[in-house]
């Protein structure tokens, strides 16, 4: 029987392994934090509670619930009416609803937001339209502090162990 082709002895008469021709599973794909692994499209409109574990990029329309775990777009074409909690928000098109992330929220000139944001890192570009509150910590912090003002008499009285008239 003839003996099978060496690579080294004649590189052109033998041809590439099956499995280098393949391409890899979808696993071993990486993934870059901004290289979105879910998109919704322009043409797609909907209601209801959104889960992504990995970065997504809407530019459709959306009403209800958004929670991205990694990344999330706003697209320009996107019209959201939702409340959004995510790590990383860049808004491009119009959003009405409040924006919790927990490292940054970026608003692009064409963004149009209505509600508030709550952040530890805010840009809004020049250009942007933002109505609403905005709030410069990260999800959480203001329930792990608990503080009690109390106005000025009351505390003196504290401290000298006196009972507030």
Avoid: W
Wanted: aromatic content about 4%.
């Amino acid at each position: 029987p003839p003996s099978p082709a060496h690579p080294a002895q004649s590189p052109q008469a033998s041809p590439a392994p099956v499995v280098e021709n393949r391409p890899a599973a979808p696993k071993a794909t990486p993934v870059s934090a901004s290289e979105p692994r879910a998109y919704l499209d322009a043409g797609s409109r909907i209601n209801g509670k959104l889960y992504f574990d990995g970065p997504v990029r809407l530019d459709g329309q959306i009403e209800g619930e958004i929670t991205a775990k990694e990344g999330l777009i706003i697209g320009e074409t996107a019209v959201v009416t939702a409340q959004i909690k995510g790590s990383s928000v860049v808004i491009a098109g119009k959003v009405s609803g409040d924006v919790i992330a927990s490292h940054r929220i970026e608003i692009r000139p064409s963004a149009k937001v209505l509600g508030n944001l709550t952040s530890p890192v805010l840009v809004i570009q020049e250009g942007a339209v933002f109505e609403g509150h905005c709030a410069m910590h990260a999800e959480g912090a203001q329930d792990t502090r608990k503080l009690t003002v109390f106005p000025k008499e009351e505390r003196l009285a504290q401290a000298a162990g006196q009972k507030p008239a």
